[in-house]
Every structure is written in structure tokens, then in C-alpha cells.
């Protein structure tokens, strides 16, 4: 963690609540990342994970703190860091090539109608929509759409993309085929990714990094997961690697229980140096190896429990 | 099915139209002999008194004198015999003035009123004030500062259009998707290209909406405004026939005024779907 590509610096996030109070989303959170890095943030609704990325894209602004990417403060949005949004965003009376040429257009100002139009139809061609260019956004599928967007995103060649729980409205098979091009695009280009989900296995296939945040108000950054699947991991076969279940029942024990207890049992945080956990390495105790207790598991009315 | 449905419309608008026509025809047709009067004093009286000839015209009068304008529409015989075509000519360049000059302001205004909630707090309370009053109100205010009667009419013409181009304008900016907003922020485009690529689009059905009612609202206001400065136009035309007691004129002049009515709401509909997106 010599590099720190992106540094978010004690960030803070409040709304004036009613009668004069301050409801407070998050405080005092840092959070770092290297180039070429793919980070992951899982947590509950209303722990402040879209603000974070609102903040990071320049869309929305801190309260408190700052956020420093490739050495420098950001200040409003920037062409360095693209966004894909949930509900695809695409402009409805552009068609394909309409929407990504504008992306395109808006980067290089100077650049002619030929010289934009051949450099969109590359990102078309990337993720798979050649033949497509001329159809509007309400001609496609909800996967044809997020591709689009996905499209439009790398066109711009920002220096990282931000995504905010990008394929949570696509059906599961949709949403596997576009994890695969996102994580072979992210590989490919070295991009530096940042994505909210909300989905354990997604952020298992395609994280680096997996932050975990608790409940808000008053959120914090708990733990930093860190992968121990192989870079070169596969869709299919992901679940047999033999750290696979313990990083997946570490990451649902978070989220089940620990993501509301964890403020009153780790009285001392520190939000400054946020736990890396290591799952796997010898000498670090993990929450899920502890006690697997077999009362929790599930009765479903009708079946007798195993 | 769809054409099927489509024969059997037109199927019932015909009859409607020919039981329409039949009964104004037998309403209005001649009884007859009524009285028996010498000649000379039956030609003072008129087909009324002597044949039970209704007063009000039948279709085949009005279509007589329909064809009789459309063989000549632009005559002009001095002040209060101009042919139909010049009078509509007339109505036709009020209203496009006024409406144009509506759009000019009305469109701009509504763009900084919708993009900024300052101004559109600051301007509500004036213009939920003004958009009520009935536009022929200003009438006397226009011909007292403007001393022109003509350009009074298109003043007012004005007056009533912008209010629903204003108020859609602020309505469809206001409105546009924060999404697409954020699109244009992430990729830094500038303000004014961010109106014309992003805003202006979204927003389009909404203003055209606008337009459309206007254009509508313009079109009745002409007729009344034309009766009270008089001096050309449909709707004098109206009030000069009624002095005339040309009941086949008014009559004329009314399918006319529906006529253009229905052709300016439609030009304005084509507009409105070409600009128009599905999502």
C-alpha cells in the first residue's frame, strides 16, 4: 500500500435534520486505494456507500475532509473519473453511438465528427454491441443498456471507474456475462475500480479489496477484506478454491450481525488504520472460523431441520 | 383490425355528419305556401313569410356561399368586403406574431426560471397573479399605451400564450432527471452545452406541450380580440356579418375558425412527436 492512488482523508457527511439537529451519515472515514486496484463496498442500506461514491466522483461534497486522487485534492467532477450508474443513465433521444459519442465529444473538444465517431464505435465494438449503433436506448435490453453505459464510461479512458451498484437491476445471467467483461475490460486496461453492491459474490468475483462498512447513521469503514482468491480466478470454478466459503460466510457474518454490533464491541476503532483482514494467512483470528453454531441455521415451515 | 376499426369510425363519422345535415336541412327547408299576398308586397316580405322559409340558413345555402368564397377568397372591395382568405390571412399573422414573440420570451424566461430556484420562487406569486386574468383585461391598458388597435390585438395575442409556454418550460427544465444531469457533470460539460444537449432535449415534450396549448388559447383569443378592435380579421368578419344579419356568413366563418383551429393544434402535435422519445 506504498501507492495510494486514491486517498479519501477523514471525509465527512451531514444533513441538517429537523428542529435544528445534524443527522450524521459518516464521519471521520478514511479509505485508500492503489492503482490498477478493484475495491468493492459492501453494506446496508443508508450506511452512506452512494454518498461515499457521490463524493469520489465529485457529485456530491464532503461535509468535512478531502479526497486526494493521483496526488492531487478533487474539486468537482473530472473526465479521470468515470461513473456508471444503476439505472444506466443513458440520454433516451440519443441513440448508441449518440450517447457514447457524446462522452467522447465532451473529452475531446477539438477532435472532428469522423475522429469521434470511429473512437466510440471502439467501446461499442469492447463491449460487444457492434450492429447496435443505431438503436435507441429504448430498443435494448436492460444488459444491452448497462453495456452502453459501461461504453460510454471507458470511452472517456478515465483514470478510474466508479460504479454504483451497476448490474442490480439485471436478471442473473445478465448480470454474470457482464461481470466477465467488466472484470476482463478492468484487467485488460489496468482501470482502477471502485463499485458499490450489494451482492457478496459479485464483489467476491471481481474484488481486490472489499470494504465493509456498518449501519448509519453514524457509519464507519470496519474492515478491509482483502481477496485470497487468485487474480486469474473463474466464474465456475470460484467456489471450489478452498478459501472461498471463508471469505463468503466472513463477509455474511458482517453483514447479518456484525455490521450493527460492531460500533458498541470495538469500542476502539480506529478509523484511521481500518483492520486488514487477511482470511487464510496464519496468525489473524477471522470472525467466521470462530463458531459456526448450527441453532442459527434456517427451518423452513414444513421441512424438518437437518 | 386496426384498419377494420378505422372503416367502421369513418363509417359512423359519415352518417353522424349526413343525419346532422339532413335534420338542419328539413329544419330549415321551405313549408310551402303560408299565405296568400299580393306579389308585389310578397317580394317585400321574403321567403320567410311567404314559403314558412325558415330564417336561419340551410347546408345548401351555406354550401352555396361556402363555394362562392372559396372561387374568390381574396377579394378586397374596400373596408368591410374583403374575401374570407384575407381575413384568416389576417387572424393567421396576429396570431403568429403574438405567439412568436410569446415563444422568444416565454421559452429563455422559463429556462432561468426552471434552472434557477431563486428566480422561480422569486417570480411565482407574479405569475400565479397574472396567469389568471383573462387576457381581453389588458385590452383597454393596450390600445391606451400602444394607440394602435391592430398591434393591441397581437398584444394580447401574446399575453395569453406565454403563460402556458412558461409555465411547461419551467415545469419540463425543472424536471429533467438528475441522472442525466450527473451524466453531463461527470463528463464537465459546460452550462450552456448542458442546456442545449441535456436540458433542452428532456425537456422538449414538456415546452412543446406548452406550445400546443398556447397555440389553442391564441386561436380563441384572436376571434374575440378581432371583435372588439374590429377593422379586419375572422373574428370581425364574425361581428360584421352579425351586424349584417348574414346568419350564412357566421355560419361559415365558424367552420372556418375550427377549421384553421384544428390545423395550427396539429402542426403543433407533428412538432410535439417529432421531439418526443420513448424510454
Given at each position: 500500500m506504498s501507492d495510494k492512488f486514491i486517498s479519501i482523508e477523514a471525509i465527512a457527511k451531514r444533513y441538517p435534520g429537523a428542529d435544528g439537529a445534524t443527522t450524521t451519515v459518516f464521519e471521520n472515514l478514511w479509505l485508500s486505494m492503489a492503482r490498477g486496484e478493484f475495491a468493492c463496498v459492501i453494506g446496508h442500506s443508508g450506511c452512506g456507500k452512494t454518498t461515499v461514491l457521490n463524493i469520489l466522483a465529485g457529485l456530491d461534497v464532503p461535509s468535512e475532509g478531502a479526497v486526494i486522487v493521483d496526488g492531487q485534492a478533487i474539486s468537482g467532477t473530472s473526465l479521470d473519473r468515470a461513473v456508471i450508474f444503476q439505472s444506466h443513465a443513458l440520454l433516451p433521444w440519443r441513440t448508441v453511438l449518440g450517447n457514447v459519442a457524446y462522452a467522447v465529444s465532451s473529452k475531446w473538444r477539438s477532435w472532428d465528427r469522423a475522429k469521434v465517431k470511429a473512437h466510440a464505435q471502439t467501446f461499442i465494438d469492447l463491449v460487444g454491441l457492434t450492429g447496435s449503433e443505431h438503436k435507441r436506448p429504448s430498443e435494448l435490453s436492460g444488459g444491452m443498456k448497462q453495456r452502453v453505459g459501461i461504453a460510454r464510461a471507458l470511452s472517456i479512458t478515465p483514470k478510474m471507474m466508479l460504479m454504483d451498484e451497476p448490474f442490480s437491476a439485471l436478471d442473473a445471467l445478465t448480470r454474470g456475462t457482464l461481470q466477465d467483461e467488466v472484470r476482463r475490460i478492468c484487467l485488460e486496461t489496468g482501470q482502477t475500480a471502485f463499485m458499490i453492491t450489494h451482492d457478496v459474490d459479485e464483489a467476491i468475483y471481481l474484488a481486490d479489496k472489499i470494504f465493509l462498512m456498518t449501519n448509519g447513521p453514524g457509519a464507519v469503514l470496519a474492515e478491509v477484506v482483502e481477496n485470497p482468491l487468485p487474480r486469474d480466478r473463474g466464474r465456475t470454478d470460484l467456489h471450489r478454491h478452498p478459501l472461498y466459503y471463508a471469505l463468503r460466510n466472513h463477509i455474511i457474518d458482517f453483514l447479518v450481525t456484525r455490521s450493527k454490533t460492531f460500533a458498541a464491541e470495538t469500542p476502539g476503532h480506529d478509523p484511521r488504520n481500518v483492520p486488514l483482514v487477511q482470511i487464510g494467512k496464519p496468525g489473524l483470528t477471522i470472525a467466521s472460523d470462530a463458531k459456526p453454531e448450527p441453532s442459527r441455521e434456517t427451518s423452513w415451515p414444513g421441512q424438518a431441520r437437518a | 383490425m386496426t384498419s377494420s376499426l378505422r372503416l367502421r369510425a369513418?363509417?359512423?363519422?359519415?352518417?353522424?355528419?349526413?343525419?346532422?345535415?339532413?335534420?338542419?336541412?328539413?329544419?330549415?327547408?321551405?313549408?310551402?305556401?303560408?299565405?296568400?299576398?299580393?306579389?308585389?308586397?310578397?317580394?317585400?316580405?321574403?321567403?320567410?313569410?311567404?314559403?314558412?322559409?325558415?330564417?336561419?340558413?340551410?347546408?345548401?345555402?351555406?354550401?352555396?356561399?361556402?363555394?362562392?368564397?372559396?372561387?374568390?377568397?381574396?377579394?378586397?372591395?374596400?373596408?368591410?368586403?374583403?374575401?374570407?382568405?384575407?381575413?384568416?390571412?389576417?387572424?393567421?399573422?396576429?396570431?403568429?406574431?403574438?405567439?412568436?414573440?410569446?415563444?422568444?420570451?416565454?421559452?429563455?424566461?422559463?429556462?432561468?426560471?426552471?434552472?434557477?430556484?431563486?428566480?422561480?420562487?422569486?417570480?411565482?406569486?407574479?405569475?400565479?397573479?397574472?396567469?389568471?386574468?383573462?387576457?381581453?383585461?389588458?385590452?383597454?391598458?393596450?390600445?391606451?399605451?400602444?394607440?394602435?388597435?391592430?398591434?393591441?390585438?397581437?398584444?394580447?395575442?401574446?399575453?395569453?400564450?406565454?403563460?402556458?409556454?412558461?409555465?411547461?418550460?419551467?415545469?419540463?427544465?425543472?424536471?429533467?432527471?438528475?441522472?442525466?444531469?450527473?451524466?453531463?457533470?461527470?463528463?464537465?460539460?459546460?452550462?450552456?452545452?448542458?442546456?442545449?444537449?441535456?436540458?433542452?432535449?428532456?425537456?422538449?415534450?414538456?415546452?412543446?406541450?406548452?406550445?400546443?396549448?398556447?397555440?389553442?388559447?391564441?386561436?380563441l383569443v384572436i376571434v374575440a380580440a378581432e371583435m372588439l378592435v374590429g377593422g379586419t380579421g375572422i373574428g370581425y368578419f364574425v361581428w360584421n356579418e352579425w351586424n349584417n344579419l348574414s346568419i350564412t356568413n357566421v355560419i361559415i366563418a365558424i367552420l372556418l375558425i375550427g377549421i384553421i383551429g384544428m390545423l395550427l393544434d396539429q402542426i403543433l402535435a407533428r412538432f410535439t412527436r417529432m421531439v418526443t422519445f420513448p424510454e
Open positions: - | 369513418a363509417l359512423v363519422s359519415i352518417s353522424l355528419l349526413v343525419a346532422f345535415l339532413g335534420v338542419w336541412h328539413l329544419a330549415t327547408r321551405s313549408t310551402g305556401t303560408t299565405t296568400t299576398m299580393s306579389p308585389e308586397y310578397a317580394k317585400l316580405m321574403g321567403l320567410t313569410a311567404t314559403q314558412g322559409k325558415s330564417a336561419m340558413p340551410g347546408p345548401l345555402d351555406v354550401g352555396a356561399k361556402l363555394w362562392e368564397h372559396l372561387k374568390r377568397p381574396f377579394y378586397d372591395n374596400g373596408p368591410n368586403d374583403k374575401g374570407l382568405g384575407i381575413q384568416l390571412a389576417y387572424s393567421i399573422a396576429r396570431v403568429g406574431t403574438g405567439y412568436l414573440l410569446a415563444v422568444l420570451v416565454a421559452i429563455p424566461l422559463g429556462f432561468l426560471i426552471g434552472m434557477s430556484p431563486l428566480l422561480s420562487k422569486a417570480l411565482d406569486p407574479f405569475i400565479q397573479v397574472l396567469k389568471p386574468i383573462s387576457p381581453l383585461a389588458w385590452m383597454p391598458l393596450a390600445l391606451y399605451t400602444i394607440k394602435d388597435s391592430s398591434i393591441s390585438a397581437i398584444f394580447v395575442i401574446f399575453i395569453c400564450s406565454i403563460w402556458p409556454m412558461l409555465l411547461n418550460t419551467v415545469f419540463g427544465v425543472a424536471g429533467v432527471r438528475k441522472e442525466w444531469i450527473h451524466v453531463a457533470r461527470t463528463l464537465e460539460v459546460g452550462t450552456v452545452r448542458r442546456a442545449f444537449t441535456v436540458i433542452l432535449p428532456a425537456a422538449a415534450p414538456t415546452i412543446l406541450t406548452g406550445m400546443r396549448i398556447s397555440i389553442g388559447i391564441a386561436w
